[in-house]
């Protein structure tokens, strides 16, 4: 009998601390805007600005962001950036993520160039940040947009 009420109780404790944990702020984060950065007779880079808002009045450490480029339905680009610095605190912090997609890449999707020279493009983030006492917390971000392949005569 005794052993019951002991479970009655871990049992309550563990619901209030679940209640609790469920009405912790988190970090939030968006993607607010992906910019061609720089274009040339190799590559292209993609800037992609993340706005990282941190409700803590700690810093908080950015483990890693870790990316991946899709188009026409296939992966071409895939990687990852680790310990790219931390977030301030109680403030939104705006990080830019450079994407080099190499030309060969992009012309090896020549069905999708078509007739006005662009490539369209899914972006996949996951932010990963490292929060005191629960761990990696990972906050996945989507854009889509489209590549304007520069013309020969743009290059020369």
Known sequence: MFGGGCAAVLDMANKFLLEKVVRIKKPAAKIVGVAIEDVSSDGVTLNTKISVDNPYA???PVSEISYAVKSADRMILSGKIENTGSLPAK??????????????????LVKDIGEDWD???????????DLPLFGDFTIPLSWKGEIKLPTISSII
Not at 121 to 129: A, V
Request: net charge negative.
């Open 58 to 60: 700690k810093s908080l």
């Open 119 to 129: 490539v369209d493009y899914e972006l996949d983030l996951s932010l990963t940040i």
């Open 91 to 108: 403030e939104e912090t705006v990080l830019v993520l450079p994407v080099r997609i190499e030309h060969t890449i992009l012309l090896s």
